[in-house]
């Protein structure tokens, strides 16, 4: 896998809760390293960014809570920020396709994450845990997690929620 991390990260705070699980998310932009300076312009965050191509970008460290799912209500309540890693596919979020070197890096990375943090036991999309918001837009969640192993386990408890499927 390939990843940069960037220096310096973006901006995060403590984590207020364990951390349990994964939220995905789209950047609504161009470049990963585009949106990488307009987060750090508005003071939002990801713990990754995952660029078309597959390269990977480590924009937050796990240990602290990054600022991207706002008013959420995950699996275990709400503080979803403080309970999660956020990761976010550079997508213009407007009918922009999925490549799948971006889709292999996404699941690499989780796999990356899952084998250090074991108490991860979640994941789900950003348009899944509020109403506000709609990405990942034109992502099925149900077969990205479909497609994996790992996340197979998942799959289940987002049937029936995953209108872009
Ligand atoms: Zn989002």
């Given amino acids: 896998?390939?990843?940069?991390?960037?220096?310096?990260?973006?901006?995060?705070?403590e984590r207020r809760k364990p951390l349990t699980g994964i939220i995905l998310h789209h950047?609504?932009?161009?470049?990963?390293?585009?949106s990488?300076?307009?987060l750090r312009e508005i003071g939002l965050s990801y713990h990754y960014?995952?660029?078309?191509d597959g390269r990977v970008?480590?924009?937050?460290?796990?240990?602290?809570?990054a600022y991207h799912a706002g008013v959420s209500v995950g699996k275990y309540g709400d503080n979803v920020n403080s309970q999660t890693v956020g990761i976010s596919f550079a997508n213009d979020g407007v009918g922009e396709a999925y490549p799948a070197a971006q889709?292999?890096?996404?699941?690499?990375?989780?796999?990356?994450?899952?084998?250090?943090?074991?108490?991860?036991?979640?994941?789900?999309?950003?348009?899944?845990i509020t109403e506000r918001k709609a990405?990942?837009?034109?992502?099925?969640?149900v077969?990205?997690?479909?497609?994996?192993?790992?996340?197979?386990?998942?799959?289940?408890?987002t049937l029936g929620r995953d209108w872009d499927g």
């Avoid at 896998?1 to 705070?13: E, R, S």
């Avoid at 990405?135 to 969640?141: E, M």
Wanted: hydrophobic share 40%; proline share 5%; charged share 25%.
């Fill in 103 to 128: 889709l292999r890096a996404a699941h690499e990375l989780i796999d990356a994450i899952l084998s250090v943090h074991k108490e991860i036991e979640w994941i789900s999309a950003h348009r899944l």
């Fill in 143 to 157: 077969e990205f997690c479909s497609e994996h192993p790992s996340l197979e386990k998942w799959r289940d408890e």
């Fill in 57 to 65: 970008f480590k924009c937050a460290p796990i240990s602290g809570r």
């Fill in 27 to 34: 950047t609504a932009g161009g470049s990963a390293e585009s």
């Fill in 49 to 52: 960014i995952v660029e078309r």
């Fill in 1 to 13: 896998m390939n990843i940069t991390i960037i220096d310096p990260w973006l901006a995060h705070g």
């Fill in 135 to 141: 990405d990942p837009a034109h992502f099925s969640f």
């Fill in 36 to 38: 990488i300076e307009h």
